[in-house]
């Protein structure tokens, strides 16, 4: 038999989660509440720490009143819902063009000398690592993104670092890790430097 | 009217046709795995590419198209024999070659569709995908490698078998088609995505590896495993029934069976009586037929005839059943009961058991009232009509009784029959929907009138009926739902008494009757006949022998020819595919054998044909075969208040409900499977 979702134990959403799937059905029009399906899983997947189980689809396919196989058509259609239990910290390393020709392969190297495994979690359930298609934030690659903040323009010890603060159970500020401003260029701004004085004055 | 041209060929099309319509109807065959003509339209095979002018210079999918005034439509062109090699090769990419040790081989659709419009060479050499098998219940065997994603087994389990059991999990090239946890299917109508599989990737598990079609002889015959009277074609190899599929009727099974229709079939080759036994010191022994007929006439000798009665089963056609009832009446007796399950019908009129709306007319039905009936199990192919009607023609159903889940949406009235009293008093709600709709129809189930006040029920029925406009010129919605295929011939042939069953095992008990023929009745106690001569004849030893004297072996339903009534009153001819098992005879001839020998007379037929004659002229609407008939209204049922007080609907295993598929191990394992499921859910009975 085709292992293709786990179990769980007895599912049930939270009294704060309860009051979030009454927002979300009611974005949608009668009769259609069943949209609602990827949202909830969503909702479900993130207090269940990061995987949906069979006790989740069931409860999802109860709540929208639709048939338990289409649940888990979704469910399995995306990527994005993990079906399986999975590491506390979901590394998911972007390894697309613009990040490979940035040294995405550096960061997968600190990941893989961390211990990570492509498609699989440690044994201390800390840490699982996908490679994953582009994440949208080329302008700082390579970047990773870890359950749900990106890191970016990192290369072999600055991936490491994240790893090692992470095991040591502090979180790492998100975003750049080489000092810039969000997106801005490396080492401040490159035109209508008038307008800012502080760059002027450098000069 | 588009008029369009295809192949250069000028046709007209209903308005909403589909390019693929259009070929059928210009007699231009369109090859296609995907699409149905009785399911929703998917498009993704993309066989039936077609060139349509005008439009974009590429093969169109002429299932998806449709037919537009001055089209150009071409079959025939190289583009179109291009795109058709294209895509066989795509299919056949991962589809693997293993036709010789395939259940689907010979009667398959990519096979014949690769040999007519296939390249005959493919140029991938790479491996192909496997994909692991599926459980999907003891009916439906999965080999899901062979699949080619057509999705007409999800499409069909949702629209028509109406519980969305099937469906197709990842994604891409990694798509499999499976159930929740591979759990088994529960619909009772799930056999049918067999025949819908194009390829060998659903077929079925108990006729598995049996046979190929080439070597099965092929007989078109009638269903009487309940009472829609399912057309269907009985696939025999020598003297064993190997499977039962369907026949295309549009009035009355579409080109769905049930599974009880299909798969009870080796419940034919099980438990048979196959020679005559005599009770010899309280023991049943092997007999002749001389000893068998001399033992009852012995055991009825001196009798007057009101100390004889008879009950007829719920199986049997009606020239065995006619036959019965003449040799009963040659004995002097005419207490012939044919209502096993006690429901309190009205023989004074024919409309008052009938199906009157038809199962093609629920379609045009917009109220319809369940009382006491639960077709999902009662009638299962009807009640796919049921769910048609509600998905396309806004059907709304309501039910008076248990709520029972019927795979739609049903408004639950409450289980108390006397909602009936207070619809015809106008102080229901309903009582406005009936008045408001229509074309309402009421459905009269039979453990409704099984009910002590089952008359009265039927007289509630009756005046519902006429008060609220379920009659008009062409227009009859009071509907009487059967489970029996016998039982509509039964009551036109007038076989029912006072005290009906109940009556006759109370005498028998109480030593008023001293003789009981039972002709194939099994759905009865036959306790109380302990101290009585029973005469048993039927095809099955099941619970009708238990307490015979006698026990006569009969034809079952595929071994005699003979015409069976369905729930409508339609006339429906069966055949005989296969030849009864050892002394076994087919029913009439058995009559007509004993008549000679227990006297008075022999019975007035000495061949089939004398006895068709006969019958016509008892029943002369006969003649109508394949008719719906419009019986006449009338008075029926009898005045009284209906009690206030629940449906009695006792939980009947849909698949044990007769002595051949109680005899069937493959209904067996569903009845089991079934039995888990609801334990496990806490549903049980």
């Known amino acids: 038999m085709l292992n293709v979702i786990e179990s769980g134990g007895a599912f049930n959403f939270s009294d704060e989660n309860q009051e979030k799937i009454k927002t979300i059905l009611a974005k949608y029009p009668d009769g259609r509440q069943r949209s609602a399906v990827m949202p909830l899983l969503y909702l479900a997947q993130a207090q269940n720490g990061g995987w949906v189980s069979s006790e989740a689809v069931e409860k999802i396919a109860e709540i929208l009143s639709l048939p338990r196989i289409q649940v888990i058509e979704v469910a399995t259609f995306y990527t994005m819902f993990n079906l399986k239990p999975i590491g506390r910290y979901h590394v998911q390393l972007c390894g697309t063009t613009p990040c490979w020709l940035r040294g995405s392969d550096e960061v997968m190297r600190a990941c893989k000398d961390m211990g990570l495994e492509k498609g699989k979690s440690t044994d201390d359930m800390l840490f699982h690592l996908t490679e994953v298609e582009c994440l949208g934030a080329c302008c700082n690659a390579p970047m990773v993104q870890i359950n749900d903040d990106f890191y970016e323009d990192l290369d072999y010890d600055r991936m490491t670092a994240i790893l090692k603060a992470l095991k040591r159970g502090e979180v790492p500020p998100p975003g750049p890790q080489n000092g810039r401003q969000a997106s801005a260029p490396e080492g401040g701004p490159l035109v209508l430097r008038d307008m800012v004085p502080a760059a002027a004055d450098k000069e | ?685």
């Not at chain 2, 993704?44 to 299932?63: F, H, I, Y």
């Open chain 2, 1 to 685: 009217m588009p008029k369009l041209t295809i192949n250069g060929k000028e046709i007209e099309v209903a308005p909403g046709s589909t390019i693929l319509q259009a070929c059928e109807e210009a007699g231009v065959e369109i090859p296609r795995f995907c699409y149905h003509e009785r399911l929703s339209v998917a498009g993704n095979c993309r066989m039936c590419l077609v060139e349509v002018k005008p439009g974009p210079p590429k093969p169109q999918a002429s299932c998806a198209l449709p037919a537009a005034d001055g089209q150009e439509v071409r079959t025939d062109t190289p583009m179109v024999k291009k795109a058709r090699e294209g895509v066989l090769e795509f299919l056949l990419i991962n589809h693997p070659l293993d036709c010789p040790i395939c259940d689907q081989g010979g009667e398959c659709d990519l096979q014949d569709e690769t040999m007519a419009y296939g390249r005959g060479a493919k140029r991938y050499d790479e491996n192909k995908r496997a994909v692991t098998e599926k459980n999907m219940g003891p009916l439906v065997k999965t080999i899901m490698t062979r699949c080619i994603h057509c999705t007409r087994c999800i499409r069909f389990s949702e629209e028509v078998a109406g519980v969305t059991e099937i469906g197709a999990i990842y994604r891409g090239e990694n798509m499999q088609i499976t159930t929740y946890l591979e759990q088994a299917m529960e619909s009772e109508l799930q056999g049918n995505v067999i025949d819908l599989c194009p390829v060998g990737a659903l077929t079925s598990k108990p006729y598995a590896f049996n046979a190929r079609p080439w070597e099965l002889i092929k007989t078109e015959s009638i269903d009487v495993m309940d009472a829609v009277g399912s057309n269907i074609r009985i696939d025999a190899r020598g003297r064993d029934v190997m499977r039962i599929l369907p026949r295309n009727h549009d009035d009355v099974n579409e080109e769905w069976i049930s599974d009880k229709t299909r798969f009870a079939c080796d419940g034919l080759l099980k438990g048979r009586l196959d020679r005559p036994y005599v009770k010899r010191d309280g023991k049943l022994v092997e007999a002749s037929w001389a000893e068998a007929f001399a033992a009852i006439k012995d055991g009825i000798s001196g009798l007057d005839g009101s100390r004889i009665a008879g009950l007829v089963g719920d199986l049997n056609e009606l020239e065995g059943t006619y036959a019965f009832r003449e040799l009963l009446k040659n004995l002097g007796s005419s207490r012939i009961e044919c209502r096993q399950n006690g429901a309190a019908y009205d023989i004074r009129q024919r409309a008052s058991y009938l199906f009157n709306t038809g199962i093609a007319g629920i379609e045009e039905a917009d109220f319809c009232l369940l009382v006491g009936a639960n077709p999902r199990h009662e009638a299962a192919i009807l009640n796919a009509r049921i769910l048609k009607a509600t998905r396309h023609r806004g059907l709304k159903v309501a039910n008076i009784g248990p709520a029972l889940d019927q795979t739609y949406a049903v408004e639950q009235l409450g289980d108390d029959a006397a909602i009936l009293s207070d619809i015809l008093a106008g102080k229901h709600p309903v009582a406005k929907k009936l008045a408001a709709a229509d074309r309402p129809m009421i459905i009269l189930g039979e453990q409704a009138l099984a009910r002590p006040d089952g008359a009265a029920i039927l007289k509630a029925g009756h005046d519902i009926a006429e008060k609220f406009g379920l009659m008009s010129l062409d227009w009859n919605g009071f509907n009487v739902l059967h489970s029996a295929a016998a039982r509509v011939g039964a009551l036109d042939l007038g076989l029912v008494c006072d005290g009906g069953v109940e009556g006759i095992l109370a005498d028998a008990a109480s030593g008023a009757l001293k003789a009981v023929f039972l002709l194939g009745a099994d759905e009865i106690n036959p306790s109380r006949l302990a101290d009585c001569f029973t005469v048993y004849i039927g095809s099955h030893g099941d619970h009708g022998v238990q307490q015979a004297d006698v026990i006569l072996p009969a034809a079952a339903y595929t071994e005699k020819p003979g015409h069976y009534l369905n729930l409508e009153g339609r006339v429906q001819l069966a055949n005989r595919a296969v030849f009864p098992p050892g002394q076994a005879r087919e029913d009439w001839t058995i009559f007509r054998a004993l008549s000679a020998e227990i006297g008075p007379a022999p019975l007035p037929f000495d061949s089939i044909n004398d006895l068709h004659s006969a019958l016509y002229e008892a029943l002369p609407h006969l003649a109508d075969v394949d008719v719906r008939p419009q019986a006449q209204w009338g008075d029926f049922g009898s005045d009284g208040a209906v009690a206030r007080g629940p449906i009695p609907l006792k939980y009947i295993d849909f698949y044990q409900s007769n002595p051949i598929a109680r005899a069937s191990k493959t209904m067996a394992e569903c009845s089991a499977v079934k039995r888990q499921k609801m334990e496990a859910t806490g549903t049980h009975g």
